[in-house]
């Protein structure tokens, strides 16, 4: 919305804050995501012509540095954003876990440039080179993807650090954000173990049921991402109710 400004009659625009209607958009575009996706897949499985095959790779969500991983970096951009307003206004008023909003932020940060580097994979890699050799693991089965030990590792230590963070917040917020994590690790850890153990055993590593499985994987770790951007901004306005976004023309 614009309204004037008095004394020099420069317009002033007004950008308001509706955390549902942005999870309802983000949802929106997951949905459209994956129906591209799923023609991906199915130009894989089905043989279609190189060049219907190699356009649709650009929506598939289980391919890396492509549209839905833009998609990824950006909402978990977007997340980071949110938290660091409320990290702002939290140092203000010089709460308790202003700090602990600090850190939130640069960890959704860390998971943004995670998507958009595949950090995860290398770490699985330095993973596999210094524990195979000594005997300790093989990555075989679900933890053929083994890059899910170091990270299960750190978000067991993070639930640890920030559980009194989380008893300390709104009952809306707090289970808002515990669903939003059981939703996203549900599907970044706990259905790509199982499909770990598929692709590892699949004579054709891209077979439908791999494709199913990436694809339930992806779409719940967005669906969780977007959550916590809908639980972010509806904590952020419940402490901040007058707060607008606004720049001068």
């Not at 804050?17 to 799923?38: C, E, M, N, Q, R």
């Not at 978000?155 to 650090?161: C, E, K, S």
């Not at 707090?174 to 059981?182: D, E, F, M, N, P």
């Not at 959550?227 to 007058?242: S, V």
Request: net charge negative.
């Amino acid at each position: 919305m614009t309204h004037p400004i008095n004394n020099d009659s420069k317009p002033t625009m007004y950008l308001s804050i509706d955390p549902w209607g942005y999870f309802k958009t983000l949802f929106t575009i997951i949905v459209v995501l994956h129906v591209f996706s799923a023609f991906a897949v199915w130009a894989r499985v089905s043989g279609a012509p190189w060049y219907i095959n190699d356009f649709a790779e650009y929506f598939n969500v289980g391919i890396e540095q492509n549209i839905p991983t833009l998609y990824s970096v950006l909402i978990w951009t977007s997340a980071a954003a949110i938290t660091g307003l409320i990290a702002h206004f939290e140092a203000s008023e010089k709460t308790r876990f202003r700090w602990r909003w600090s850190a939130l932020s640069i960890i959704f940060l860390f998971l943004a440039f995670d998507e958009g580097t595949t950090f995860h994979e290398h770490m699985g890699d330095l993973t596999e080179e210094y524990l195979t050799p000594m005997g300790w693991l093989a990555p075989t089965g679900y933890l053929y993807f083994i890059w899910v030990l170091p990270y299960g590792a750190l978000v067991m230590l993070l639930a640890g650090l920030y559980a009194p963070f989380l008893d300390a917040l709104p009952n809306r917020t707090k289970w808002g954000l515990i669903l939003s994590a059981v939703v996203f690790l549900g599907g970044a850890m706990g259905i790509e173990m199982i499909s770990a153990s598929v692709y590892e055993t699949k004579t054709v590593r891209h077979s439908a049921l791999y494709a199913m499985l990436y694809s339930i994987e992806e779409f719940m770790e967005m669906l969780g991402v977007a959550l916590l951007n809908y639980f972010m901004l509806d904590y952020l306005k419940a402490r901040i109710p007058t707060l607008s976004l606004s720049w001068r023309q």
